[in-house]
């Protein structure tokens, strides 16, 4: 009865028990499976509710005759067996089929509501573990103190998983150590026979009982009546495990042992390193360090150039004598979007190759989730400044999106080298300067980059400071200058003659110098063929169908199911839960869009929206028309999707830009405000 016995839940039926008591005069009540009462809104006379119950089916209604009064029993159930019953005291006979209606409205109702909830406490336990897993890769920069480093993830660990206790056995040549969320180990956890069992048997290990933890550890301590393990890949001669004891409120799922599986990947690198990094100090000193410096620098670097139709890409690192925190990325966010990211971590060595893969990572994440350029860097600062600052550095960063089929450009850069654009037309450098300050300075904003127009011919140059701080023997440094005078003379070279041309010039100034920095540089020019690289936009009508409709929210419902309707009719529509996404997707910026006209066009006064569903070979596309105010859909800023900043409004258009193809919006002095939206079909 448990899931009857809240206040919220009691309402529900102190509901019908009145509408009940207003419509027959029968008292109605709310009875656990033994008898007592529950609920009595209706102010029923005391009776033997326990004898009454032992006389109705547990599965159907019942109606009794009890002392001077009829009684109706309709049980509750879950799962076949019974919760409580409803009984209406007086009731008649012909009053059956409407109790058992009440009865099974209520269950339903509860076991909906309980089933949101369940959902609810998923969600919730879910953002607990991807928190907890970012803020174990957070400690992958903290390399001082291992021992304390462990112990801090095993306190997160811990908190979410909801457990007693948490281990790591750690062994190494000439130690076994054993960490725990207390200050020290109890001596029965620091087991090689642990440590063993568990590496051996490849898998995330559990233990349901005290017994399957005896059978599976024979000198287990009393204390362990549950266990969740599992070993961790950690460097070659070294052997770890992680564990989990006595979970607090239930059994280990199968949840937490996903949980666990992920967590072992980052704490075993988090141990990796570490040990990496004391053998290099023990071994081979500051050569060893900047070797495997170079070898994590470039594990982050692309393996390959991104393939985009209308673009041709190159790069390369030079790297230095000590080796730096140079990185860049291509994202493939759409057919026709990539952005771009580079950037230059302060400081050297292996400190600097953990922060540059921490940041990459960061800003990779907020670039797959098609965030804006300032967006992007924004999210990175907000989460990476307080390690910067305990780390005593800083990144600048620049961030590019281009759009291929619309031809633009937009930006936004971190106190980074300023990126060249050469123009073909003019044969002129623009100089995109940054936006912000670097990464790692708290309190500041980037600014909103407009998109900046970029056409056939025309070449994007991205570097880092190795570039242009290029030294020659005589301490004089390469220059902007040197730079900018070779794109403007050269950029009409294909990006991989441009690019060699420019190193050489490099190689030839230096001379015999060594480069003390990185030296990255990446190129992009668009080619003449962008705007027909995308075979997908080229469309042909299928069919138009016309529509309008009061500016009302109740009229929601009809425009949905009229165009929904039409674009079930799409020749080449996929079948099955695909078609359903697609049409799900195109109800949704039907929402979105009319809800803006109504509640912002017209202000919620009268008006009406017209329209047309246009069936295309590949797609749908959408046109709204309306008499109400004019907008500027420019003026809506992207909405903040930091959990701790959330405020209402501002998402409406934001994801219809994301879920729909092509979003464009005028004004016109004759046929008023024109939304224009395409949704593509998904490629087979």
């Not at 995330?204 to 599992?230: G, H, R, S, T, Y």
């Not at 940054?434 to 407009?450: F, K, N, R």
């Not at 420019?502 to 992009?524: C, H, K, M, N, V």
């Amino acid at each position: 009865m448990e899931n009857l016995h809240s206040s919220q839940k009691l309402g529900l039926f102190k509901s019908f028990a009145e509408r009940w008591y207003e419509t027959l005069g029968s008292p109605l009540l709310l009875l656990f499976p033994e008898g007592k009462i529950l609920a009595n809104p209706n102010g029923a006379p005391s009776a033997n509710w326990r004898s009454i119950l032992k006389q109705a089916s547990a599965k159907e209604i019942t109606f009794l005759n009890y002392s001077n009064h009829t009684v109706l029993v309709a049980p509750l159930t879950q799962n076949n067996q019974p919760q409580g019953y409803l009984l209406a005291l007086d009731a008649s006979e012909k009053d059956a089929p409407l109790l058992s209606w009440g009865a099974e409205v209520i269950m339903t109702h509860l076991a909906e509501e309980e089933a949101l909830q369940d959902m609810t406490d998923e969600l919730i336990a879910a953002w607990n573990q991807l928190e907890l897993v970012y803020r174990v890769t957070q400690n992958l920069t903290l390399t001082t103190d291992l021992i304390a480093v462990l112990q801090s993830i095993l306190q997160e660990i811990k908190k979410v998983v909801h457990t007693a206790d948490a281990f790591i056995l750690l062994r190494r040549p000439n130690s076994l150590d054993c960490v725990t969320c207390a200050q020290g180990c109890d001596d029965s956890l620091r087991s090689e026979t642990l440590l063993a069992n568990i590496i051996e048997a490849e898998r995330v290990v559990l233990c349901e009982d005290q017994p399957a933890c005896q059978k599976f550890w024979p000198d287990a301590p009393a204390f362990i009546k549950n266990m969740l393990a599992a070993d961790l890949p950690v460097e070659e001669g070294s052997q770890a495990a992680l564990g989990l004891i006595n979970k607090l409120d239930k059994n280990f799922t199968a949840g937490d042992s996903k949980l666990l599986t992920a967590l072992a990947q980052q704490v075993g690198i988090i141990i990796k390193n570490v040990l990496i990094h004391q053998n290099v100090i023990i071994e081979e000193r500051l050569s060893r360090e900047l070797e495997i410096a170079a070898e994590i620098q470039k594990s982050l670097l692309p393996t390959k150039l991104p393939q985009v139709g209308g673009l041709s890409v190159a790069v390369s690192t030079t790297p230095a004598s000590e080796v730096g925190g140079d990185f860049y990325d291509f994202i493939m966010v759409d057919d026709s979007h990539l952005t771009l990211v580079m950037g230059d971590v302060a400081g050297k060595g292996i400190p600097a190759a953990m922060l540059t893969s921490v940041t990459r990572t960061m800003l990779r994440v907020e670039a797959m989730r098609g965030e804006s350029p300032a967006s992007i860097i924004q999210q990175a600062n907000n989460v990476l400044h307080q390690d910067l600052s305990r780390a005593d550095s800083f990144v600048t960063v620049i961030v590019a999106t281009i759009d291929t089929y619309e031809g633009t450009l937009s930006y936004a850069s971190a106190g980074h080298m300023p990126a060249l654009l050469w123009r073909a037309e003019n044969r002129v450098v623009e100089q995109l300067k940054a936006t912000s300050p670097p990464i790692g300075i708290y309190g500041y904003q980037t600014e909103l980059a407009v998109p900046v127009p970029i056409n056939s011919g025309d070449t994007l140059v991205l570097y880092t400071d190795g570039i242009t701080e290029a030294q020659a023997p005589n301490g004089e440094f390469f220059g902007l200058n040197r730079l900018l005078y070779i794109i403007e003379s050269r950029a009409s070279d294909p990006p991989e003659v441009l690019q060699q041309y420019i190193l050489s010039e490099i190689a030839s100034f230096r001379r015999d110098s060594q480069s003390r920095d990185d030296a990255t540089l990446l190129i992009i020019k668009m080619l003449p063929q962008t705007r027909a690289s995308i075979p997908k936009h080229i469309s042909t009508v299928v069919n138009t169908t016309n529509f309008s409709y009061p500016a009302d929210i109740q009229y929601l419902t009809n425009i949905s199911e009229e165009i929904t309707y039409t674009c079930r009719e799409l020749p080449n529509l996929p079948t099955g839960p695909n078609a359903d996404d697609f049409i799900y997707l195109i109800e949704l910026a039907i929402s979105e869009i009319c809800t803006n006209i109504i509640k912002h066009s017209y202000a919620e006064t009268d008006g009406s929206i017209t329209g047309s569903v246009t069936l295309l070979n590949n797609g749908v596309q959408l046109d709204f028309y309306d008499q109400g105010a004019s907008f500027d859909p420019n003026t809506v800023p992207q909405p903040n999707t930091d959990p701790h900043q959330l405020v209402e409004g501002g998402y409406g258009l934001h994801i219809v830009r994301q879920i729909m193809d092509i979003v464009s919006y005028d004004n016109h002095p004759d046929y008023g405000n024109h939304w224009h939206l395409i949704k593509f079909l998904p490629s087979t």
